[in-house]
Nanobody, 124 residues
Framework: VQLVESGGGSVQDGGSLRLSCGAS???????MAWFRQAAGKEREGVAS????????TYADSVKGRFIISKDAIENTLYLQMNSLKPEDTAMYYC????????????????????WGQGTQVTVS
């Protein structure tokens, strides 16, 4: 499975961006997520979605500002990011896993097998 992110860029404080993630195959990818890694920091989970039932999980730092969704027709994963802050600046990665991950595992990077190359988001 290959994942390709797009939609990153530079935006002012308070602005919005929408990230997209296309997969070569969504077959049996039951868990998908967005992670981010800022310079000098560890990779952290931002949001996840169970593609079977649509259940979502968010990091506390983005709750109420970010929305993860998957378009069943276009086979694309999205991350709508609103009210962006400078601390949201990072490389954002799309990740996917065949297993349905329980909620308390869904934002752990080690639980995911497939990763994209990342797209940079800069907020100033």
């Amino acid at each position: 499975v290959q994942l390709v992110e797009s939609g990153g860029g530079s935006v002012q404080d308070g602005g919005s961006l929408r990230l997209s993630c296309g997969a070569s195959s969504y077959s049996a990818l039951h868990s998908m997520a967005w992670f981010r890694q800022a310079a000098g920091k560890e990779r952290e989970g931002v949001a996840s979605i169970d593609t079977t039932n649509g259940a979502t999980t968010y990091a506390d730092s983005v709750k109420g500002r970010f929305i993860i969704s998957k378009d069943a027709i276009e086979n694309t994963l999205y991350l709508q990011m609103n009210s962006l802050k400078p601390e949201d600046t990072a490389m954002y990665y799309c990740a996917a896993e065949h297993a349905r991950l329980p909620e308390n595992w869904a934002l752990l990077p080690n639980e995911y097998t497939y990763w994209g190359q990342g797209t940079q988001v800069t907020v100033s």
